[in-house]
């Protein structure tokens, strides 16, 4: 477990963030109000604790049961009300925990977390719109989607979708493939009176981060049929995760934008 200097600097980084809130008139705290060295130090304290709170899980990740809301609020002794002030901080850390590749959770809404063991800095996983890449390509690495090659690309997608049919298959829908007629879905799954719009999305990694285009993301908000269907180790070990069109719009988080510069 964390020790016990961690825990009181921990309590220290939160009080003065609350004050600083208090300051600015915010309601709650989010990240952003402290200092990059400051948010590197709550980043490390909170792995630590999720690191030794952690049991195996899949190969180098561990599986933390999370609980992060119940520490600080031992630690700073405070009720419901001012820990609805720290939602914000917590998932502002979580998202970053994952963007420097040290953890992440398997769902949205989920409160167990999967860590992997810091050994020193992480270069953190290439996302959309990173100026390191070059090519225009979506592509799935060891972090999820990002950019690269489009053979690769291609297979991934493939061996997804021959994953996510095979399922559908066993259980007895017929399959019909519609991604050609960019309908925002890429299989339709017929079952007697069932229907279900499958957006399909591969990695190769364990991580269950994606890319959906503005057509996609309209059609999930639109579509009560539309299901995302994410198969991750899709190279390797192909699994399965489904999630709901309200839960992949809620967790949506833009980061790639199109700048027309044109006269």
Same mark, same amino acid.
């Given at each position: 477990?964390?020790?016990?200097?961690?825990?009181? !600097?921990?309590?220290?980084?939160? !009080?003065?963030?609350?004050?600083?809130?208090?300051?600015?008139?915010?309601?709650?705290?989010?990240?952003?109000?402290?200092?990059?060295?400051?948010?590197?130090?709550?980043?490390?304290?909170?792995?630590?604790?999720?690191?030794?709170?952690?049991?195996?899980?899949?190969?180098?990740?561990?599986?933390?049961?999370?609980?992060?809301?119940?520490?600080?609020?031992?630690?700073?002794?405070?009720?419901?009300?001012? !820990?609805?002030?720290?939602?914000?901080?917590?998932?502002?850390?979580?998202?970053?925990?994952?963007?420097?590749?040290?953890?992440?959770?398997?769902?949205?809404?989920?409160?167990?977390?999967?860590?992997?063991?810091?050994?020193? &800095?992480?270069?953190? &996983?290439?996302?959309?719109?990173?100026?390191?890449?070059?090519?225009?390509?979506?592509? /799935? %690495?060891?972090? %999820?989607?990002?950019? %690269?090659? &489009?053979?690769?690309?291609?297979?991934?997608?493939?061996?997804?979708?021959?994953?996510?049919?095979?399922?559908?298959?066993?259980?007895?829908?017929?399959?019909? !493939?519609?991604?050609?007629?960019?309908?925002?879905?890429?299989?339709?799954?017929?079952?007697?009176?069932?229907?279900?719009?499958?957006?399909?999305?591969?990695?190769?990694?364990?991580?269950?981060?994606?890319?959906?285009?503005?057509?996609?993301?309209?059609?999930?908000?639109?579509?009560?049929?539309?299901?995302?269907?994410?198969?991750?180790?899709?190279?390797?070990?192909?699994?399965?995760?489904? /999630?709901?069109?309200?839960?992949?719009?809620?967790?949506?988080?833009?980061?790639?934008?199109?700048?027309?510069?044109?006269?």
């Amino acid at each position: 477990m964390p020790s016990q200097d961690s825990n009181v !600097r921990l309590v220290e980084l939160i !009080r003065a963030g609350l004050a600083r809130a208090d300051d600015a008139g915010l309601a709650r705290l989010p990240l952003k109000l402290y200092s990059a060295e400051e948010q590197d130090e709550l980043l490390m304290l909170l792995h630590a604790y999720l690191w030794a709170t952690a049991a195996p899980h899949d190969g180098e990740w561990h599986r933390s049961p999370g609980n992060i809301m119940t520490l600080w609020a031992e630690l700073l002794e405070i009720g419901t009300e001012a !820990r609805h002030r720290l939602i914000p901080l917590r998932t502002d850390l979580v998202k970053l925990l994952t963007e420097r590749g040290l953890g992440y959770r398997t769902h949205p809404r989920s409160v167990p977390v999967l860590v992997r063991e810091y050994s020193g &800095p992480i270069e953190p &996983p290439v996302h959309a719109g990173d100026p390191r890449e070059t090519s225009s390509t979506i592509a /799935f %690495g060891a972090w %999820g989607a990002g950019f %690269g090659d &489009p053979a690769t690309n291609r297979e991934v997608e493939l061996a997804a979708e021959a994953a996510v049919q095979h399922h559908y298959e066993t259980a007895g829908w017929t399959i019909t !493939r519609v991604a050609h007629l960019k309908c925002g879905w890429d299989l339709t799954a017929a079952r007697d009176e069932e229907k279900r719009h499958l957006e399909v999305k591969g990695v190769s990694s364990s991580m269950p981060s994606v890319l959906l285009t503005r057509n996609e993301l309209g059609t999930a908000k639109a579509d009560p049929d539309w299901v995302l269907a994410v198969v991750t180790g899709a190279l390797t070990n192909p699994t399965l995760a489904e /999630f709901d069109r309200q839960t992949v719009v809620a967790a949506a988080d833009p980061t790639v934008y199109r700048v027309n510069l044109a006269p």
